[in-house]
């Protein structure tokens, strides 16, 4: 009982970090209609960035945090001016490619910065406690209830305010937001800062109980698309309920059947899901 | 209020509209004629900010709009029901409606006033008010798009088609939804295939022939003209 319990909670930290990076992934997926595969340097830099506040510059820990969140939200909406924007009229596979272009691009940046070695990011929390039987650090804490806090404010910004609901307009119908005065170009750099802070956030977060290296985005990105596609493309709901889904399969699996396939969980999840539900399991009954 | 002189739009080597000489003066309900393809919708196009024109121009009470983009042109107060409505399928009519108040977004009070009146012309908006835009018959789906039209409070409003793919009752009470627009100040610009019940209500038509006018005037002239007669009232 107690390791279950124990694995459940593992399963919460880790799945709170999948759905704030599938989040940002499936609200620029309503804005290029394309996976964007340049996420998963969004969530590399984010972590390089708060190790190097902290490191470097000896800063507190959340001050770390709250600049790498600015400066890879800029990032993100570069991206999308320098890149995505010119290309807005192209086609898919023209996007495609250049996501690809900026990952390789990104990843490239990071190495030559700060070198292909796989670091540690020190926490302050990093002492155990033990709660009914579970044990975690204070870590993992922040983890699980920040992803939350975070989610939360991103739903009521989403739902209860103009700016944030333009997001959603323009997700659902591109031209129908323009018609009623919404400036897309806007909503479009909105959505990419928003898109970078959640993958800065993720990163910041989970890097003490991981490590930060240059291809530290690619398994949580690949796992970040398989979230998508079972909660349904551009779905938000689908995006936070399919990060948990794989955050407790992962943990459950790897104590129950074996940890050496943790990570293949995500992709036997995917088959299965699509098997049964092609659609995905929160998908949108009109485009 | 709204006036195109010579206005041209090409879609690739493709000239959808040519040399358009549109005048919609301020009251007026004004009729675009035409069949499918002939450039009505690229008209509109042009004219929301959604295509440009290759020459020519759109003055908007004297100002040239053209090269404006969609958004600036809503602020300024035109505003189209497009004919694929465009809605946003995922939202509920009500937040449907909100996002047409999105340039009135910091005036709460006059948003709450301008849905009420929306509610009033379509009482059956109000009912629907919390389901899915998607959800919506075809008719209802006409009158979001409209209500959602409104909300921005046009001075000018282009329809393009809102009788498309509707039972023919539903078509009168359309119209007349849109004879009560006007009637409380909105100028409109309509463009439509059922010429009858279109120029009845018109003060002024033009008629579209493969992206050119090719008749326009007075609805009565345009009943007694035998070219338009033939192909748009079937006498």
Redesign the interface.
């Known amino acids: 009982m107690d390791i279950l319990l124990q694995q459940l909670f593992n399963g919460l930290t880790i799945g709170s970090v999948y759905s704030l990076v599938a989040l940002g992934l499936t609200l620029v997926y309503g804005i290029l209609h394309i996976p964007n595969f340049a996420h998963g340097a969004l969530y590399m830099l984010g972590g390089y960035l708060t190790l190097t506040m902290m490191v470097y510059f000896g800063m507190n820990y959340w001050v770390s945090i709250l600049i790498s969140i600015l400066t890879v939200g800029l990032i993100s909406v570069l991206m999308e001016r320098i890149v995505f924007h010119p290309l807005r009229h192209s086609t898919p596979i023209q996007h495609k490619v250049a996501a690809i272009g900026i990952l390789l691009f990104l990843e490239a940046v990071a190495q030559l910065i700060w070198g292909p070695d796989f670091r540690e990011m020190s926490t302050p929390y990093g002492q155990a406690v033990t709660l009914g039987g579970v044990t975690f650090t204070w870590q993992r804490l922040i983890i699980v209830v920040s992803a939350i806090g975070v989610m939360v404010l991103l739903y009521l910004f989403l739902k209860k305010t103009?700016t944030g609901?333009?997001i959603?307009?323009m997700a659902?119908?591109r031209?129908?937001?323009?018609?009623?005065?919404?400036?897309?170009n806007k909503v479009a750099i909105l959505t990419f800062f928003v898109a970078g802070a959640l993958a800065a956030i993720g990163a910041s977060l989970s890097s003490p109980i991981n490590l930060v290296f240059p291809g530290m985005g690619h398994l949580v990105i690949l796992k970040a698309f398989v979230i998508i596609i079972i909660g349904g493309m551009g779905s938000i709901p689908g995006a936070i309920l399919g990060g948990y889904i794989l955050g407790f399969a992962e943990s459950i699996g790897a104590t129950y059947i074996s940890a050496d396939y943790k990570d293949i969980i995500a992709f036997v999840l995917l088959i299965a899901i699509l098997s049964i539900k092609p659609q995905g399991i929160f998908a949108?009954?009109?485009? | 209020m709204l006036e195109l002189r010579g206005a041209t739009v090409n879609y690739g080597n493709f000239s959808a509209v040519q040399q358009a000489d549109i005048s919609v003066e301020e009251g007026d309900i004004v009729v675009l004629l035409g069949a499918n393809g002939a450039g009505k919708s690229t008209t509109f196009r042009a004219i929301s900010g959604l295509v440009r024109l290759v020459s020519g121009e759109i003055l908007f009470k004297g100002d040239s709009i053209d090269g404006k983009s969609p958004d600036k042109i809503v602020q300024m107060g035109i505003v189209q029901c497009a004919e694929d409505r465009k809605l946003f399928p995922q939202m509920s009519v009500e937040q449907n409606l909100m996002m047409g108040a999105y340039v009135h977004r910091k005036n709460k009070k006059q948003i709450r006033k301008s849905l009420e009146e929306v509610y009033e012309l379509f009482p059956i908006l109000y009912d629907k008010r919390t389901n899915f835009a998607h959800s919506l018959s075809g008719g209802q789906q006409q009158m979001l798009a409209i209500g959602r039209a409104l909300m921005s409070k046009p001075k000018v409003m282009l329809l393009d088609e809102p009788s498309t793919g509707l039972a023919p009752l539903v078509v009168e009470q359309m119209f007349k939804s849109i004879q009560q627009i006007n009637n409380n100040g909105t100028t409109i610009l309509l463009a439509e295939q059922n010429a009858k019940v279109a120029l009845s209500i018109a003060t002024k038509g033009y008629v579209y022939e493969n992206g050119s006018i090719a008749v326009e005037g007075k609805p009565k002239e345009l009943f007694s003209n035998e070219k338009v007669r033939k192909a748009y009232l079937g006498a």
Do not use: D, P, R, Y
């Open positions: 103009f609901s333009t959603i307009a659902q119908n031209e129908g937001a323009s018609l009623v005065g919404i400036n897309t949108k009954g009109v485009a």
